[in-house]
């Protein structure tokens, strides 16, 4: 089956950097995507690596591996609104058909 | 811009009552339309996708179905909700093969 497998809680501090992981199992895979959401709201699109290697975009970066079906985000200086949940995401499929895969998501607690 | 639409926020319904929540994008065409469920704490389940006028998807066989009467409308219904219906409904779209769901902003609903 398709799968995608990512720890369930990262705690930090505020200012630290945070490395959230993601290792996945898909067939017909184009992708990795991250989402941010907050308690309460919709998920918010991050990122999205086609190709292998670091993806930086302001505070976040996104990392793919294909040979090793794994990617990570990563999160430097922390801040406190910064708590939410990340979720993990592959693109497969074929054609228009193309859908994404998602991890149950990682909650992340910065603390003070 | 392209903006999506998604209502009610809220909605709570008597088991065995019926349920149609809808779904507008605007600013674009020929969108690919998703819904999803997220049940409290947990990840996101796809339910239904639609590529085009009249083509749904199903991903899960459940209590509940979808339609797409026009290019930009996505309907989630069902006849006769069940308790285990409850969970937060968020609609999304995606140009046709592209990578970035957006979503909307959601319907928690709760069945009583």
């Known amino acids: 089956g398709q799968s995608l497998e990512q720890p369930s809680e990262v705690t930090a501090v505020e200012g630290a950097i945070v490395q959230i992981n993601c290792t996945y199992q898909?067939?017909?895979?184009?992708?990795l995507s991250w989402y941010q959401q907050h308690d309460g709201g919709a998920p918010t699109f991050l990122s999205y690596?086609?190709l292998d290697g670091l993806e930086e975009t302001g505070r976040f970066s996104s990392f793919l591996s294909r040979s090793d079906s794994y990617g990570y985000l990563l999160l430097q200086e922390l801040q406190m609104k910064d708590s939410a949940s990340y979720f993990c995401?592959?693109?497969?499929?074929?054609?228009?058909?193309?859908?994404?895969?998602w991890g149950l998501g990682t909650s992340l607690a910065v603390n003070p | 811009s392209q903006t999506i639409h998604q209502w009610p926020a809220t909605l709570v319904q008597p088991v065995g009552s019926p349920l149609s929540l809808e779904c507008t994008v605007e600013?674009?065409?020929?969108?690919?339309l998703y819904w999803y469920r997220q049940a409290a704490g947990r990840g996101l389940q796809l339910l239904f996708y639609?590529?085009?006028?009249?083509?749904i998807s199903s991903e899960v066989p459940q209590n509940l179905s979808a339609s797409r009467p026009q290019d930009r409308q996505f309907i989630l219904s069902s006849k006769k909700l069940l308790l285990s219906d409850s969970g937060f409904y968020l609609c999304?779209?995606?140009?046709?093969?592209?990578?970035?769901?957006?979503f909307g902003s959601g319907t928690r609903l709760t069945v009583v």
């Open positions: 639609s590529v085009g006028i009249g083509q």
């Open positions: 600013g674009t065409s020929n969108p690919n």
């Open positions: 999304a779209w995606t140009p046709g093969g592209a990578y970035g769901y957006t």
């Open positions: 995401a592959a693109l497969s499929g074929a054609g228009n058909n193309r859908k994404l895969i």
């Open positions: 690596n086609a």
């Open positions: 898909t067939s017909g895979f184009y992708g």
